[in-house]
Each structure stands twice: as structure tokens, then as C-alpha cells.
């Protein structure tokens, strides 16, 4: 007990909290947006996620302007790593902590750090975690804040693979389900919330009295749950999203790990409503592991090609609207990479989209190219949109992403080919269509081989899989060599 009032004595005596979360929506729309449209899928998303037990001892961040530093290298880095080795001992996990004082550091330059109190962005601290990497904790630990940083290499093992953009302040839909598909993908997300006065209501003396009552034998239901006021904004607050529980509160909350230390909301957790997540939170990321080639992992892909050819409406599509496919032999054509054909012959003018789907995380591209022209086209990502090609775990996506936006065949007739490219890793994929197209003369298959060589996975080590009359499969076998299969269609253009 004297430990208790002792903490108490101490927290009621401190000054406020900082926050430090700077936002500006046109530096967040310079980040790639993953794939988060009314064409992903989100019905296949569990009820509830949880990776409190992958989270670092919660931190205090004092009255510095620190949240985003601590948000993303010492909860988000350290739990990326921690589920990698799947250590769940929490003195284990602190081994594996990073430094949020280096990357404060390293974000603000010693002539306007003013005292740590200036706010940092989301966008320059996973910059300098994807592009430089950061201490450890134990290199550098809190107490080193606003210190020169510490004269040390820097590992690279320490640095993320990348980063995407779920929402900002400009393009807010989807907010819960497309943080709700992250959380899904056992990724933590760092989040700007716009908060309130009231959030301090989660405070030592509410901690306090929650372990009175529960020793008592009494339980709040609403415990640790935040309760924003709107009347009552203030500033904006960086936090670590690790969980979600869709009938927390019989409405769905998402789970945060705060910056204000134990002795605060649940242990240092604390609940947000969906519908106020809606409201309050005004930018979220996704970060990645730099990850080895997986082997020892299967991993697989489908594609469908929708065509509204049945007629059925070109706006309504299912599994009916899905072309009849077969599995190529490859004697018949030259071309050996060509897994599959359509049946039916598409006339011009034939409306279509395409459904991907992937079980593990890749990196999609998808080009075409008629034989006549012989000039290979990049679809999907589109740059101009400054969408993501990179797909996290059980995703499905519908192309074009946006519904309202019609693909139409026409153009030279004859036959197309599309190459869909399931990836392991990031490409320069302008890089390789230029190279692509230096190759006029050859096939798409030789053009393939020629340009992406060993970062093929041998054909050996892929089972295309065409049972499926509507639906075009592989699976890639484990302890594969290469990071890229090639799934080419092609159909005659009448």
C-alpha cells in the first residue's frame, strides 16, 4: 500500500502531459495509400485482434513532445520485431526495445529541438526508419532525449522494409475497416487522434480506484474506454493501435498503448469506439519488417477476370461474371509462361475489372500487352493515384479500385496477354517496363526471362492450378528460389 500512495503522491504532483503530433495533409498525401477502396474485401476479417501480449513496458513520455517517436520505434518497431520472433515474455521483449530518443533526434536537428518540445511528424520519423534504422533502447535510452545522439553504427537489420498510408485528413473513408485490415495482418498501426480535455479522466487516480473496486470484487464496464468530448479539443496525440474487439462496449473499440505510463488507463491501455475512431482519428499508418525470402512458407494467388460479356449489369459483379478459363498447354503456344486462356473470344468495347487475391503478403503488378503492338502497359498500381502495390496478408482486391471507373477493351485487336506479377519484394517497376519494352521483338515470356532472369521463381516450384474453370491459381512451393511468379492470361481480342 505505501507504494501505491507513494505513486500516487507522484503522479498527482507532476506536470501535464505532452503530445507532439504535427499533421499536414499535403505531406501525407505524399505517402503511397495502401489499397483501400469499396473493392477490398473486408468480410473475412476476425472478430477480435490482440498483440497486447507482444507490447514492450509501457513508457512515460513525460511533458516532452515525444509521441510520435515513441509510437513508432519503441511500441510499433519493437512489437513488429517481438511477432517476428514470436517472443511474448515481456523482459525478452524490452532486449528488443528501440530508442525513441534517437529518432526524436535524428527527426529534429539540435538547432530547433527547443527543449524537446517541438511536435514531430508521423511521415519523417517512418522516413528515417525505413531509410537510416534506429538505436536501441538500451543504446539510448529516454533519459538521452535532446542529447546529442550516441556515436554508434546503426543497424541495418534495425530498419523497416516500408510504409503505407491507410487514411489522412483528405481521403478519411474506410477508416475503421481499413485499420481493422491492418490490425488483421498481426501489424500494429500508428495513429494521429485529435483528443479531448477529458482523455486525462483515464489518469492514476481512475487507475487507482479500478484496482480498489476489482480487489473488492466489482468491475466497470466501461472501464479504460476513452470518452471524448468534441467540445473540448486539443491538441493532436500519436498512439499504437494493437488490438480490436468488434463487441468491446457492445459497439467495437480498437485497443491503444498509450505514452503516459503504467499507472494510466488499463496498465497504460486504453479503448476507442469505432464511431468515435471515425471522428477523432485524422491519419494512420502501416509499417513492414525487412522480411527474408520466406522460405520454408508456401504462398499462393487467384485472379478471375470479370467481364460483363454474360449479360449481367457492369456494375453488379459476381462469381457469375467471372470468365471461363482454362489451364494452357503450353505446347500450343510459344509462349511457355502463359498459365491460362479464355475460353470465349472478347469483343470490343467488353467491360471488365479484375479480381487478385493473396494469402500472404505481396507486392502486385499487373501489365498487358497486345501481340500485334508488342508494347507492354503498366495497369495497376497506378502512380497517378499514388496507390500502393503492396498487398497485406488475406487481401482481395477488386480492379480498377474505384467502382465508378470503367475499364473497356479496345485498341488494336488480336491477341492480349496480362501478366499479373505476385512479387516477394518491392519493384522499380518503370524500371523493368522500359526494359520491357526494349525487347519489342521478342514474346512476353522471352521478354520476361530476359528482363527479371533469377528474380523468377522456376516454374518447377509453381503448381498453376486450373480445376477451377472461373478462377486462375498457383501455388508456389516452399523453399523456393526467386521472389516472383508470373501469371500470364491471354484471349483472343475480336
Given at each position: 500500500?505505501?507504494?501505491?500512495?507513494?505513486?500516487?503522491?507522484?503522479?498527482?504532483?507532476?506536470?501535464?502531459?505532452?503530445?507532439?503530433?504535427?499533421?499536414?495533409?499535403?505531406?501525407?498525401?505524399?505517402?503511397?495509400?495502401?489499397?483501400?477502396?469499396?473493392?477490398?474485401?473486408?468480410?473475412?476479417?476476425?472478430?477480435?485482434?490482440?498483440?497486447?501480449?507482444?507490447?514492450?513496458?509501457?513508457?512515460?513520455?513525460?511533458?516532452?513532445?515525444?509521441?510520435?517517436?515513441?509510437?513508432?520505434?519503441?511500441?510499433?518497431?519493437?512489437?513488429?520485431?517481438?511477432?517476428?520472433?514470436?517472443?511474448?515474455?515481456?523482459?525478452?521483449?524490452?532486449?528488443?526495445?528501440?530508442?525513441?530518443?534517437?529518432?526524436?533526434?535524428?527527426?529534429?536537428?539540435?538547432?530547433?529541438?527547443?527543449?524537446?518540445?517541438?511536435?514531430?511528424?508521423?511521415?519523417?520519423?517512418?522516413?528515417?526508419?525505413?531509410?537510416?534504422?534506429?538505436?536501441?533502447?538500451?543504446?539510448?535510452?529516454?533519459?538521452?532525449?535532446?542529447?546529442?545522439?550516441?556515436?554508434?553504427?546503426?543497424?541495418?537489420?534495425?530498419?523497416?522494409?516500408?510504409?503505407?498510408?491507410?487514411?489522412?485528413?483528405?481521403?478519411?473513408?474506410?477508416?475503421?475497416?481499413?485499420?481493422?485490415?491492418?490490425?488483421?495482418?498481426?501489424?500494429?498501426?500508428?495513429?494521429?487522434?485529435?483528443?479531448?480535455?477529458?482523455?486525462?479522466?483515464?489518469?492514476?487516480?481512475?487507475?487507482?480506484?479500478?484496482?480498489?473496486?476489482?480487489?473488492?470484487?466489482?468491475?466497470?464496464?466501461?472501464?479504460?474506454?476513452?470518452?471524448?468530448?468534441?467540445?473540448?479539443?486539443?491538441?493532436?496525440?500519436?498512439?499504437?493501435?494493437?488490438?480490436?474487439?468488434?463487441?468491446?462496449?457492445g459497439k467495437g473499440a480498437f485497443k491503444a498503448v498509450n505514452s503516459r505510463g503504467y499507472y494510466w488507463g488499463d496498465d497504460g491501455f486504453f479503448w476507442i469506439l469505432y464511431s468515435d475512431y471515425e471522428r477523432l482519428a485524422?491519419?494512420?499508418?502501416?509499417?513492414?519488417?525487412?522480411?527474408?525470402?520466406?522460405?520454408?512458407?508456401?504462398?499462393?494467388?487467384?485472379?478471375?477476370?470479370?467481364?460483363?460479356?454474360?449479360?449481367?449489369?457492369?456494375?453488379?459483379?459476381?462469381?457469375?461474371?467471372?470468365?471461363?478459363?482454362?489451364?494452357?498447354?503450353?505446347?500450343?503456344?510459344?509462349?511457355?509462361?502463359?498459365?491460362?486462356?479464355?475460353?470465349?473470344?472478347?469483343?470490343?468495347?467488353?467491360?471488365?475489372?479484375?479480381?487478385?487475391?493473396?494469402?500472404?503478403?505481396?507486392?502486385?503488378?499487373?501489365?498487358?500487352?497486345?501481340?500485334?503492338?508488342?508494347?507492354?502497359?503498366?495497369?495497376?498500381?497506378?502512380y497517378m493515384d499514388n496507390i500502393s502495390e503492396d498487398l497485406g496478408k488475406n487481401t482481395k482486391i477488386i480492379l480498377p479500385l474505384n467502382s465508378n471507373e470503367i475499364w473497356k477493351l479496345g485498341g488494336t485487336k488480336g491477341?492480349?496477354?496480362?501478366?499479373?506479377?505476385?512479387?516477394?519484394?518491392?519493384?522499380?517497376?518503370?524500371?523493368?517496363?522500359?526494359?520491357?519494352?526494349?525487347?519489342?521483338?521478342?514474346?512476353?515470356?522471352?521478354?520476361?526471362?530476359?528482363?527479371?532472369?533469377?528474380?523468377?521463381?522456376?516454374?518447377?516450384?509453381?503448381?498453376?492450378?486450373?480445376?477451377?474453370?472461373?478462377?486462375?491459381?498457383?501455388?508456389?512451393?516452399?523453399?523456393?528460389?526467386?521472389?516472383?511468379?508470373?501469371?500470364?492470361?491471354?484471349?483472343?481480342?475480336?
Open positions: 500500500m505505501k507504494k501505491i500512495i507513494f505513486v500516487l503522491v507522484f503522479f498527482i504532483c507532476k506536470t501535464g502531459f505532452g503530445q507532439g503530433l504535427n499533421l499536414d495533409p499535403e505531406l501525407a498525401e505524399t505517402i503511397p495509400q495502401k489499397a483501400n477502396s469499396d473493392s477490398l474485401s473486408f468480410t473475412q476479417l476476425p472478430a477480435k485482434v490482440d498483440m497486447t501480449k507482444y507490447v514492450p513496458h509501457i513508457i512515460d513520455q513525460g511533458g516532452y513532445d515525444t509521441c510520435v517517436p515513441v509510437s513508432t520505434a519503441y511500441y510499433m518497431r519493437t512489437i513488429l520485431e517481438a511477432i517476428g520472433k514470436n517472443i511474448t515474455d515481456r523482459d525478452k521483449i524490452d532486449e528488443l526495445r528501440y530508442s525513441p530518443s534517437y529518432l526524436y533526434n535524428e527527426i529534429l536537428p539540435d538547432s530547433v529541438r527547443n527543449d524537446c518540445e517541438g511536435g514531430t511528424y508521423f511521415e519523417d520519423a517512418l522516413e528515417v526508419l525505413k531509410t537510416k534504422g534506429v538505436l536501441r533502447f538500451a543504446d539510448q535510452d529516454y533519459s538521452d532525449l535532446c542529447k546529442p545522439n550516441k556515436d554508434l553504427a546503426v543497424p541495418e537489420s534495425s530498419r523497416i522494409a516500408d510504409y503505407v498510408r491507410l487514411f489522412s485528413l483528405i481521403d478519411d473513408n474506410y477508416k475503421v475497416l481499413s485499420t481493422k485490415k491492418a490490425l488483421s495482418e498481426n501489424t500494429p498501426v500508428v495513429v494521429g487522434l485529435q483528443t479531448t480535455i477529458n482523455i486525462d479522466e483515464l489518469d492514476v487516480l481512475t487507475w487507482l480506484w479500478h484496482k480498489i473496486i476489482s480487489f473488492l470484487g466489482f468491475e466497470d464496464p466501461e472501464f479504460a474506454l476513452w470518452k471524448p468530448n468534441d467540445n473540448d479539443l486539443q491538441g493532436g496525440h500519436a498512439v499504437c493501435l494493437v488490438g480490436y474487439d468488434n463487441d468491446k462496449f485524422k491519419q494512420a499508418f502501416q509499417a513492414y519488417l525487412l522480411e527474408d525470402n520466406e522460405t520454408g512458407f508456401a504462398f499462393s494467388g487467384e485472379v478471375s477476370y470479370l467481364t460483363n460479356q454474360y449479360g449481367l449489369p457492369t456494375d453488379k459483379y459476381s462469381q457469375e461474371n467471372e470468365a471461363k478459363i482454362e489451364l494452357n498447354d503450353s505446347n500450343s503456344l510459344a509462349d511457355s509462361l502463359v498459365a491460362f486462356r479464355l475460353l470465349d473470344s472478347l469483343a470490343d468495347n467488353t467491360v471488365f475489372r479484375y479480381s487478385v487475391k493473396t494469402d500472404t503478403r505481396v507486392f502486385l503488378y499487373v501489365l498487358d500487352e497486345n501481340k500485334i503492338e508488342r508494347v507492354t502497359n503498366l495497369i495497376f498500381p497506378n491477341q492480349e496477354y496480362v501478366l499479373f506479377l505476385f512479387s516477394k519484394k518491392p519493384l522499380d517497376i518503370y524500371s523493368y517496363q522500359v526494359k520491357l519494352n526494349e525487347n519489342q521483338n521478342l514474346s512476353l515470356s522471352e521478354k520476361l526471362v530476359n528482363v527479371f532472369g533469377n528474380e523468377l521463381i522456376p516454374m518447377s516450384q509453381i503448381n498453376y492450378d486450373g480445376r477451377d474453370p472461373r478462377k486462375m491459381k498457383f501455388l508456389v512451393n516452399k523453399d523456393y528460389e526467386g521472389s516472383l511468379v508470373p501469371l500470364i492470361l491471354t484471349y483472343q481480342h475480336i
